[in-house]
């Protein structure tokens, strides 16, 4: 599991409150080489489970982040700049399916509602780019440095042959161009810069649950499996891939 990043490396994993960002996070502490992990929280305050990590282990620090709110982001740049100076993994894992105020995936035209496919292209789409943003500059240099995204699937363009799903689609298809596109750039300034989006499979997490009925059990993915899997992927990914989209098992996934 990233075997090519130093010892007492950095990293930052946002949405690390719940689900696979948390699974991530506790992932990385029972890494021994890890210096530190920031972990980004929309509402650090009431990330109880975050805490809890926290207390047992003092190298996991968190931080108001919400990937709707750009200052927010860039504060805790800011903070991290401050505490340690660089990041050598950066993971982003906060993202939007459905929610109790009725956002979810539309599974008719009819049902398409440019407010909800908004939200969903500011969380899943733009708000990887602003953490991109605000945390490129704060890669270490000299090395190899990953920065992730957790796309899925249902956004390649290729793969889709059953329709449906028209925001979350088109906010994970906008997820990959916007990523692909900045790897091209930060390539320039950083050669060893790793920058690439993540399928994770279908996890056992809140966001997945309603849709888990017609998943094969050998396809549903506990937290902690689908933790490891996407370390190993990333850890075993190079340069020349910066820039690609790749699934749970490291195969590339059709654009």
Not at 25 to 44: F, Q, S
Not at 176 to 204: F, K, M, S, W, Y
Not at 213 to 227: I, K, M, Q, T, Y
Request: glycine share 10%; hydrophobic share 45%; charged share 20%.
């Amino acid at each position: 599991m990233l075997q090519k990043l130093p010892d007492q490396f950095n990293a930052l994993v946002v949405g690390a409150s719940r689900g696979i960002g948390l699974g991530i996070t506790r992932a990385l502490l029972a890494d021994a080489r890890v210096g530190r992990v920031y972990g980004g929280c929309r509402e650090p305050e009431q990330a109880h489970e975050i805490h809890a990590t926290a207390s047992a282990d003092c190298r996991l620090r968190t931080l108001r982040m919400d990937v709707m709110d750009e200052h927010t982001v860039e504060e805790a740049a800011g903070d991290i700049r401050r505490f340690c100076g660089y990041l050598h993994l950066v993971i982003v894992t906060a993202g939007v399916l459905h929610d109790p105020l009725g956002m979810e995936p539309e599974r008719r035209l009819a049902a398409f509602d440019p407010e909800i496919a908004a939200r969903s292209m500011q969380v899943n789409a733009f708000g990887p780019l602003l953490v991109l943003k605000h945390f490129a500059p704060l890669m270490a240099s000299g090395g190899t440095a990953y920065f992730a995204s957790l796309s899925a699937r249902v956004g390649s363009i290729g793969d889709n042959r059953i329709g449906g799903w028209y925001s979350y689609r088109a906010a994970k298809a906008a997820q990959n161009q916007l990523v692909h596109t900045a790897a091209i750039e930060l390539a320039r300034q950083h050669p060893e810069l790793v920058c690439v989006t993540l399928h994770p499979g279908t996890v056992d997490t809140d966001l997945s649950k309603p849709f888990q009925g017609r998943v094969p059990a050998d396809r549903l993915f506990d937290v902690e499996r689908a933790s490891a899997q996407l370390l190993d992927v990333l850890g075993g990914l190079t340069a020349g891939d910066s820039g690609g989209f790749f699934a749970w098992d490291g195969a590339p996934v059709p654009w």
